[in-house]
């Protein structure tokens, strides 16, 4: 079956620092990887995705790159912002059913 | 545009009751999912839908049924809750497919916080 797994959490980073939040996956076939976002009280918003290998997905400053040599889809960010401060999702669609990781939560410190 | 609503936003059971929580989109998606959250353990697909009148089970749906009727609604039913049913639920949707495309983005709704005691 299909899987994903992110580093644990949580992270705490200070303000302008660099991010990185690894995520590795199991599928056959070729799956579609996204990475969503979660503020407190709310549902899950989209932040990026890649639909085939070598595709770079970026938003706001945030960027993953889908490499199927190594499975990975990792979540990077330049400098990252108080506001950035939320869980993070990395998941998957593989013939239309889906599969989220067990997120990860990011505090920014000013 | 709505997007994806949820209804209801809370609901507390006593365990052995039943209930249906209904999701609607009006963005004419094709894929609809149902999932529960729970602390630690990410999103839990429950049951998925393809399409109007279709339905498939995804990694936790036991104790739960699901009817799409129509295309734009969804529905989960506990048919007699129990406390580990505890938790928050959220429904989304996905175009699948933009063009020739497919991209399988969700759009998610703003959760049923359900409570079983």
């Known amino acids: 079956g299909n899987s994903v797994t992110q580093m644990e959490g949580p992270v705490t980073l200070s303000e302008e620092a660099f991010l990185t939040i690894n995520c590795t996956y199991t599928a056959t076939g070729y799956p579609s990887l996204f990475w969503y976002v979660q503020y407190p009280g709310e549902g899950l918003q989209l932040l990026l995705k890649a639909t085939k290998a070598d595709d770079k997905g970026s938003n706001k400053g945030f960027e993953a790159t889908y490499r199927k040599e190594t499975t990975s889809f990792h979540l990077e960010k330049g400098s990252v912002q108080v506001s950035d401060s939320a869980v993070y999702f990395c998941a998957l669609i593989n013939a239309g059913k889906s599969t989220f990781g067990d997120g990860t939560t990011l505090t920014v410190k000013p | 545009n709505a997007g994806v609503t949820q209804t209801p936003k809370f609901r507390v059971l006593k365990t052995g009751q039943s209930m249906t929580l209904l999701c609607a989109q009006d963005m004419n998606h094709e894929y609809m999912y149902w999932y529960r959250q729970d602390p630690g353990m990410g999103l839990r697909l429950i049951h998925y839908s393809v399409g109007e009148g279709t339905t498939a089970k995804g990694e936790v749906p036991d104790g739960y049924n699901v009817s799409r009727l129509k295309k734009q609604n969804f529905l989960l039913g506990l048919e007699s809750a129990a406390p580990s049913q505890t938790s928050v639920y959220f429904c989304?949707?996905?175009?699948?497919?933009?063009?020739?495309?497919?991209?399988?983005?969700?759009?998610f709704g703003p959760g049923t916080r359900l409570t079983v005691t």
């Open positions: 989304a949707s996905s175009p699948m497919r933009q063009g020739p495309v497919a991209v399988g983005e969700q759009y």
